[in-house]
């Protein structure tokens, strides 16, 4: 259970990179229809593609490509473990947030529940902005983000400023987080983009740095036409 949770804590907290903050009006959510047509769909061996987003993608060789079905469960549980300590408020937004997100891929070295203390993961998730124009790049959203993460009953720490990284051709923000107690510690980097009416987020969870090489490996592999 505490390495599942670990997974659905990311994937919570990247729905929870919510760009209303507190006492923002939260977005009427997707439709079942929408969230189903967003995830990623194999055209190939470890290969998958979402015409949406114009995504190509490359899944590590053996790793656990996670359906939208368990995603989503995920991350429910994750959304009432990160929220535990918010005021009714902030869960609320939360929760809005969330709702508005879908997730595009998820690949994992082990499968949730397998005999390990941790796995590696990468996810990719989208979050509908479209009715708030301030937010113009990651960066943007970023700055929402902290706030939110800050609340978390996970214990968090952001790294100050931000980078950048071309994937697929197209420039992402970069935020660095390390989430969990002491002992159990996870390293994260966020990466997001803004593309029409919706961030395109993509979240990296790794202990070592050979996890972290193969994880690049994944970034170089996307391919988006945008």
Known sequence: MKQTLKLAVVIALAGALTACGPGGNPLAAKSDADKAGAA????????????????????????????????E????????????????RSKAAVQGSVQRTASIFTFAEHVPGSAVPYTAAVMAVT????????????????FHA????AQSAVPTTIAEGYTTRRIGGQ???????????????????YFAARHGDVIF????????QEELAVLDKV????KLDW
């Open 73 to 88: 469960k995920m991350m429910s549980a994750g959304t009432d473990l990160t929220t535990a300590n918010m005021d009714s």
């Open 219 to 222: 970034l170089d592999s996307i």
């Open 201 to 208: 987020a993509i979240i990296q969870s790794y202990r070592t």
């Open 127 to 142: 979050e509908d902005i479209g009715m708030m124009p301030g937010i113009k790049r990651g960066s943007d959203y970023f």
């Open 171 to 189: 420039e992402f923000d970069r935020m660095d987080v390390e989430m969990g107690p002491p002992g159990e510690t996870v390293s994260q980097r």
């Open 40 to 71: 990623a769909t194999e055209v190939a061996k470890d290969t998958y593609q979402n015409k949406q987003l114009g995504l190509t993608v490359t899944a590590p060789e053996g790793w656990y490509v996670a359906p939208s079905d368990v995603m």
């Open 146 to 149: 902290r706030q939110m993460m």
